[in-house]
């Protein structure tokens, strides 16, 4: 470790293959918290470089507890968080109205780290029981479109920098991880990020993995579609920037996206809106989130079908269906 903090600490950057070895070698426990945190450090002092994201990606996929639901064509829907924003669950809703709308959703998530609730909390909220069982996660794909994946119980190599990440109370370069190591290998991913550094160094990660992908982020500071202004996004076909009024919707305020102060809030927004009485500018960012969900998926389908499709899910509580489908599915407590 120490010949490559020095390397480090010179300016110079890691390849694909250090960058594998290094995280492979933190996983095993083989360096100290404080060698940790100093490696950590210098991704917070300079931009880490696409060969050292892709290198830390394929190490902690390498190591994760992979599940096989490669014979359903599934999405993966999430924000990278980090925006500081405490918007309700948009993203999360989204994989439930896509879901709702036939599109099979394998969620990858956490407990919040930028909100109050972040998707672990709200699956965790409902009922959800986290597992890693590839029979019952099949079955939750196959009746109720979806289903969770807790990341801790599939990244085992992340304990070991846990107590680290936890001391620093910084982001970290792992913060950029989550987003990227779905142990489904889901084929499509819809991805938000908090800034435009990130987006570039996720879309050269994407564009080497085979996937269909849409990256957005909006220019005012949020990892997904808010619709509070005008956004960019980044495909494997196309990149251009969107506002809210191509999704047909009028622009919405900051704080008509905001997520409650305990989780408990954050799910009686979630409820409403999949319940249909979620306020307009609610029930409009998640369509176009699930819009553009959609349209990864199915690139040649145009926006407004898009919007079209997931404002049916919403309004026609499949989307609901689903939620409940999967909670039905759940292991009654005590066994």
């Known amino acids: 470790m120490k010949d490559t903090l020095n390397y480090l600490f010179e300016g110079n950057s890691l390849s694909k293959t250090e960058a ?22 210098v991704f917070r002092m300079r931009r880490i470089q696409a060969d050292e994201l892709t290198g830390f990606r394929q190490a902690l996929l390498d190591l994760c507890v992979a599940i096989d639901l490669s014979e359903y064509n599934t999405i993966d829907v999430v924000g990278t968080g980090g925006d500081g924003k405490n ?15 036939g599109i099979k959703v394998t969620k990858h998530g956490n407990y919040g780290l930028s909100s109050i609730s972040g998707s672990s909390n709200m699956f965790e909220y409902f009922g959800y029981q986290f597992s890693n069982n590839s029979d019952k996660l099949h079955r939750e794909v196959e009746e109720a479109g979806i289903c969770f994946l807790h990341a801790p119980l599939f990244h085992p190599a992340m304990k ?5 990440r936890k001391a620093l109370k910084v982001k970290t370069l792992f913060n950029m991880m989550g987003p990227i190591i779905n142990p489904s290998f889901p084929k499509n991913q819809l991805v ?9 160094l996720y879309q050269q990660v994407f564009s080497q993995s085979g996937q269909n992908y849409v990256i957005v982020h909006s220019l005012d500071g949020y990892d997904e579609i808010s619709l509070t202004g005008d956004a960019r996004f980044v495909s494997n076909q196309t990149e251009d ?20 102060e305990t989780v408990e809030e954050a799910a009686k927004i979630f409820k409403s809106v999949l319940e249909g009485n979620g ?57």
Do not use: W
């Not at 809703?93 to 709308?101: I, P, Q």
């Not at 938000?192 to 570039?200: K, R």
């Open 20 to 41: 594998h070895q290094m995280l492979v070698g933190i996983a095993e426990g083989k360096y100290s918290d404080a060698e940790i945190a100093a490696f950590l450090t």
């Open 87 to 101: 918007t309700f669950n948009i993203s999360t809703l989204s994989s439930f109205v896509l879901a709702g709308a």
């Open 160 to 164: 070991s920098v846990g107590s680290v």
């Open 192 to 200: 938000g990020v908090y800034n435009l550094e990130v987006m570039d």
């Open 241 to 260: 920037n969107l506002t809210p009024a191509d999704f047909g919707f009028a622009p919405v305020s900051q704080n008509e996206l905001f997520g409650g």
């Open 279 to 335: 306020q307009q500018a609610q029930q409009n960012v998640v369509i176009a989130n699930t819009a553009l969900g959609i349209q990864c998926v199915f690139p040649e389908r145009s926006l407004s079908d898009c919007v079209a499709e997931a404002t049916e899910s919403l309004k026609s509580k499949k989307a609901l269906g689903a939620l409940k489908k999967l909670m039905g599915l759940q292991p009654t407590h005590g066994h």
